[in-house]
């Protein structure tokens, strides 16, 4: 679903990420680790399509999305969270997520939305039955009409995920997704993301969580793929225990 192929990319003369290659079959959680400054976040930024690589090439589903913009990328599936929450404050919870759906339109423009046609109902109505389902998927269901600035760090990236789901993404990209959940929240993201037949690309600290998600690993240091393969695998590999695990 996912490949990465020869990526590089410089800062100057700052080599970030440097012939990087791994792919993410259909379905499968991916985890990115490494220490700090690893190219981590610069690898998000190539596949979500914030950055344009210096070489290589970014395929979903076999297409080669290089050339496409985030915004295209993420009307083609590919959803992404971030480090630090970005929600839409002064919207409600429920609106937040709604609000990723609404690129797609109703058809009939302002006309529709005064006459109140039938379709036009129809389809707010099967919007506000699928952004409940996710709601309740993330363990938000009671927190709908709450404002999202409202809401505490962990709740707010869980109201972020919501919204990367909400419209059923081919790859979902989740960078630092347990930061600031507490132990219960953290169990139920891991059962979340089990649970989905997405394919996940997450980076993330929490070697705990990263071991009992993750169906692979890929791990970078100064800009390079130092390993890839199981959980398992990757922490008996000597190379990562000098570089990151210890």
Known sequence: ????????VAFGGVRALEGVSFEVPRGQVCG?????????????DVVS????????RVRVAGVDVTGWSALRRARGGVRRTFQRTQV?????????????????????????????WPGRRRLERERRERVSEVLELC??????????????????????????????????????????????QTARLGEILRGLSTTILLVEHDMGFVMGV???????DLGRVIATGPPA?????????????G
């Open 1 to 8: 679903m996912l490949g990465v192929q020869g990526v590089s």
């Open 32 to 44: 990115v680790i490494g220490p700090n400054g690893a190219g981590k976040t610069t690898l998000f």
């Open 49 to 56: 399509g914030l950055r344009r690589p210096g070489s290589g």
């Open 88 to 116: 839409f404050g002064r919207l409600s919870v429920g609106d937040n997520v709604l609000a990723a759906l609404d690129w797609h339109g109703g058809g009939g423009g302002l006309v529709a939305d005064l006459a109140g």
């Open 139 to 184: 363990g938000l269901g009671g927190l709908r009409d709450a404002y999202a600035d409202a809401l505490p760090v962990g709740q707010r990236r869980l109201v972020e995920l919501a919204r990367a789901l909400v419209d059923r993404p081919r790859v979902l990209l989740l960078d630092e997704p347990t930061s600031g959940l507490d132990a219960d």
């Open 214 to 220: 993750c169906d692979r690993l890929v791990v970078l």
């Open 233 to 245: 695998e990757v922490r008996a590999n000597p190379s990562v225990r000098a570089a990151y695990l």
